[in-house]
């Protein structure tokens, strides 16, 4: 297709998501073509490091050679089967593979297809638990201000974002909301192991006046991500756990973001310490080739689903492409070519390189704030440090620093004021390097101009 009918294609056929669509019909829209290693490349032949492992799904760049002839082999025997009924040997391979890699607390896991759907998943099999166990009253959730979890209807009922979830409340499930641990604008700021405490203090009062209504917590653990790249420490998440187990409220981590060595770890669990009783991966999972997700569950969610077939304890969930062969293939390959190539070793050391290179933001008189966290790094644009207002409209500074990163030769996507990067896990120093001071110079070309 010719480049000029391409590009008018591309604005008058797709209703993009996440987009104002009256913006980016009037923008030049990057198509791209190509992608090899951390590049991307657009049809102009244009080259991008992809800041953003493509919304945080690629592990170990574009196009790499395992992970391309785990597909084409598996789609030489089968490219789907149902899991309604049947299974496929890629699915049952790697759920035994993650089982292996996952903590080792968990016995099951259940297949979709996306992070939404494994939180769906999530909530679903928590609730039908408590119904089976003869507690259908437990129809409450808690959540945090600023979490994100997808954007089903579920998901979005648990999702504490305004900007996001605002409209769609009076569709929304009864929820109970928890402040979020949002340390840089909380009121102890300056002391964040008293803001903590009170967090968790926070916490238990929403907590103990519904105790007997709730049914489980969903945390994104250690970062609520597009809430804002809010990272936060572990010890949040002891306290949490602890009031949760207290009160037989099942604790459901949503991974999507962090699962899958974002952190440095393969999981944020095996960082945190803390046993959930569901987890909720997806994105890193095919290391950004094929839709998949995974909710994990323990042997005693999983066995209060047993019963004769009359007793309707099945758990009536599923999707057309659930355990989809080709995903599950890729992932399969995706564990191994972690564990061939020490990515996690890797991503240590990358870390540490990456520690340094946010520092010089600091120096910034409009950075407010910088966060890092496993091979992904933020930092919080405000007017003023000791007020800490954030510039406006957020929703200009975040598609001017996108677009002035894009020209000179990195995809970046802040989200409002916070600007981040997250890129793929193979990303080499030098790379990072250049990624880093391209988001540097795009956040002075804007604030400055
Ligand atoms: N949960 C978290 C923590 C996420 O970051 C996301 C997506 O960014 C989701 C759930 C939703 O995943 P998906 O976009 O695959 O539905």
Known sequence: MDKEYLKKAAKETIWYPFTQMRDYTASDPIIIERGEGVYLYDIDGK????????????????????????????????????LLGLTSVPAVTLAERLLHVAPQHFSRVFYSDNGSTAVEVALK???????????PERTNFIKLKNSYHGDTLGAVSVGGCDIFHKTFRPLMFETLEAPSPYIYRHRYSDNPKRAIETLIQDFAAVVQEHADTISGCIVEPLIQGAGGFIIYPADYLHGIAKICRRYGIHLIFD??????????????????????????????????????????????????????????????????????????????????????????????????????LMKPFWNLPYVGDVRTLGLLAAVELVTDRTT?????????????????????????????????????????????????????????TVMES
């Open 388 to 444: 800490k207002t954030p510039p406006a409209p957020p929703s200009k500074i975040k598609y001017n620093i996108a677009e002035a990163a894009a020209q000179r030769g990195a995809i970046i996507r802040p989200n409002g004021n916070v600007v981040n990067i997250v890129p793929p896990l193979s990303i080499t120093d030098e790379q990072l390097t250049e990624l880093v001071s391209i988001m540097h110079d795009a956040i002075v």
């Open 47 to 82: 080259r991008y490091i992809d800041g953003n492992s493509s919304l945080w799904v690629n592990l170990h760049g574009h196009s790499v050679p395992e992970l391309n002839d785990a597909i084409i082999q598996q789609v030489k025997k089968i490219e789907h089967a149902t």
């Open 125 to 135: 099999m928590s609730y039908q638990y408590h119904v089976h166990n003869g507690h």
């Open 255 to 356: 991974e999507v973001f962090t699962g899958f060595g974002r952190t440095g770890k393969l999981f944020a669990e095996d960082i945190v310490q803390v046993q959930p009783d569901i987890l909720a991966c997806s994105k890193g999972i095919t290391a950004g080739y094929m839709p998949l997700a995974v909710t994990f569950a323990t042997e005693e969610l999983y066995s209060a689903f047993l019963g004769r077939y009359e007793d309707f304890k099945t758990f009536f969930h599923g999707h057309s492409y659930t355990g989809n062969a080709l995903a599950c293939a890729v992932a399969v390959a995706n564990l191994e070519y972690m564990e061939n190539n020490a990515v996690l070793d890797h991503v240590q050391r990358r870390m540490l390189h990456l520690e340094k």
